[in-house]
């Protein structure tokens, strides 16, 4: 029997338009939706389908329509493969995504979780609003070769590593002077190109400081149980079962690189011979292939 892992993923995903052909032929998905318009004050399915883009951009949206709708593309996943999840070992999550990861291995409720991310966007919109500052991913480079150019563009202003996604994609966040100088860099340097992401800030850096102190203050009033299935963490690409652990890597992950690329690494040495993106886009299929692109992974689109 295969090994099983599902990924979910984060922030950047999101494209006006999604989830509504969904929720239109799966009940149990739109039901999601409307549970969490009575816990958002407003229609976040309506958002999803009709925008604007620069609503659905920001971070205190995007955030919770990418993890509702990747709920609901898991509803989806149930009617189209029923016993998807009977060889499940592990589930992950990028970024955000690890919330949607442990909602779905039982460590916090779907209200929980959405009332936790909610205050998570909103205080990483609060933070990315103090300085203008950004993430660039640049792709065609070796790592060595992006943390020298790095520690050159500082000289513009902070800039750090923030997404060690997959080989010749790494994301990068800091100011935008810092962002732009780096651009040019990559490009002299022999980058294939450098992409702008679609956030608001520099996500998982000190620059989302006091971010972190309001994420801890709306966890700590929330119950988390063990998970049903291992979760791996963004911070350490390692599986936690321990409620209290989890609880201190989320709060430590919005300062912290996310680390994607040891976290495939792992799984696949784990014997994982089988993924499933469950949510917006294509994104992590992409990744996965980089770290081995004989893979096996399927697509539940949102």
Partial sequence: MARTAFLFPGQGAQTVGMAGPMCATVPAAKALFDRAADILGYDLLGVCVNGPAERLNATDVSQPAIFVASLAALEQLKIAEPDAAASMVATAGLSLGEYTALVFAGVMTFEDGLKVVQARGRAMQDAAEVISSGMVSVLGLDLADIEALVIEARSAGMLEMANYLCPGNTALSGVLPAIERIEKLCVEKGGIRTVRLPVAGAFHTVLMKPAD??????????????????????????????????????????????????????????????????????????????????????????
């Fill in 213 to 302: 102190e309001k994420l801890a203050a709306a966890l700590a009033g929330v119950t988390l149980s063990t998970p049903t299935v291992p979760v791996w963490s963004n911070v350490d690409a390692k599986p936690h079962s321990d409620p209290s652990e989890i609880r201190q890597l989320l709060v430590k992950q919005v300062l912290s690189p996310v680390r994607w690329e040891d976290t495939m690494r792992a799984l696949l040495a784990d014997g994982v011979d089988r993924f499933y993106e469950i949510g917006p886009g294509r994104v992590l299929a992409s990744l996965v292939k980089r770290v081995n692109r004989k893979a096996d992974i399927r697509n539940i689109t949102a």
